[in-house]
């Protein structure tokens, strides 16, 4: 394998991310994550006429790939930070991953998840040794909730994106994909705030600037896609879709330098797109994964992406899927293999 060079990957105000973080977080979690499969399909080979690497972090511990920023944030925690405790706002994977990370580090965690969060993913956050506040009708009402929670009573804010440790943890998925498989050409991975692909485009550009980096949003969240393709940095008023780990407002302040620098290209995919990567991998490959870990995927079936190349890595970043939402995506993808065309597959 190449040896990884050590240039910081810039931020804003002299902050930066360096590759060496990235490899410092992968020793932080090394004991605890899982080094989840990357996964070809025959299937999905032959279809595609190229091959497809799916690096499957629905079997990460919890259930995403959540868990490797927050551990690494929370692990790297020292005094004051570790005695106050942790607090953070989520309705989703984030929510289990700092609940988990803190009680495997032993310490105390609040999470505000807004009013209507549904009760599975509520007792799954309870269930991972968090106390579990209901605050408001939005995520945004959940947020503002636990900041000021956070000024009250000093507990570190784990932000779900925006944050460099954060950062570092989620590149360690870069660096163990180009471990299993050191031809890639082409990485696709779904984006919300940017922490993902952020952390993962340093790692992957500082290995081979020749890999394409690739980020996919849903078409009903497109705020890094908006300012990627320069229309404007506006917070999105509302944000909608089947995605929802990727329904973010705006991009993040420490994420899109980074995604600006080192990713190649944004596109977006609509929901119908995102439903026929939710059906197909149930079908082809008995497994189950929610909408924004379907985005990558979505984005190769609809042409938004290229498949060129012979090596492509997607990132199927979680598997914390509605099973009683599954009728809906049915029908989105029925209905949207009658309008689209799905590109050679």
Not at 202 to 230: H, M, T, W
Not at 269 to 288: N, P, W
């Amino acid at each position: 394998m190449k040896r990884l060079k050590t240039q910081e990957c810039d931020g804003n105000n002299g902050d930066f991310l360096q590759t060496k973080d990235i490899v410092a977080a992968f020793e932080n979690l090394l004991p605890v994550v899982h080094r989840t499969p990357l996964n070809e399909s025959a299937t999905f080979n032959e279809m595609a006429g190229t091959r497809l690497y799916f690096k499957m972090e629905n079997l990460q511990r919890t259930g995403s790939f959540k868990i490797r920023g927050a551990l690494n944030k929370i692990t790297n925690l020292a005094g004051d930070a570790r005695k106050n405790g942790v607090i953070a706002a989520s309705a989703g994977n984030h929510a289990q991953g700092v609940a988990f990370s803190a009680t495997k580090q032993g310490l105390k965690a609040k999470i505000y998840m807004p009013e209507k969060t549904p009760l599975a993913k509520v007792l799954a956050t309870k269930a991972y040794g968090a106390e579990v506040v209901l605050a408001g009708e939005s995520f945004q009402e959940a947020y503002e909730a636990a900041v000021l929670d956070q000024q009250i009573t000093g507990a570190t804010f784990i932000h779900p994106f925006d944050d460099y440790e954060v950062m570092a943890g989620q590149g360690t998925i870069a660096l163990e994909m180009i471990q299993q498989c050191a031809d890639l050409d082409t990485v696709v991975i779904p984006v919300g705030g940017g922490g993902l692909i952020a952390g993962m485009a340093c790692l992957l550009k500082n290995y081979d600037p020749k890999i394409r980096v690739i980020g996919v949003q849903s078409e009903g969240a497109p705020a890094v896609y908006n300012r990627f393709k320069g229309m404007g940095n506006s917070r999105l008023e509302h944000v909608s879709g089947i995605a929802d780990g990727i329904l973010v407002k705006e991009t993040g302040q420490l994420t899109f330098p980074l995604i600006s620098k080192y990713v190649d290209d944004v596109v977006t995919v609509s929901d119908e797109d995102i439903a026929i990567a939710i059906i197909y991998m149930l079908e082809r490959e008995k497994m189950f994964v929610e909408g924004a870990g379907a985005a990558a995927f979505a984005a190769v079936l609809s042409g938004k992406v290229g498949v060129s190349g012979k090596h492509i890595g997607i990132v199927v970043s979680g598997g914390n899927a509605d099973l009683d939402k599954i009728s809906h995506f049915k029908r989105l993808a029925a209905a949207g293999k009658k309008k689209h065309k799905v590109v050679s597959l």
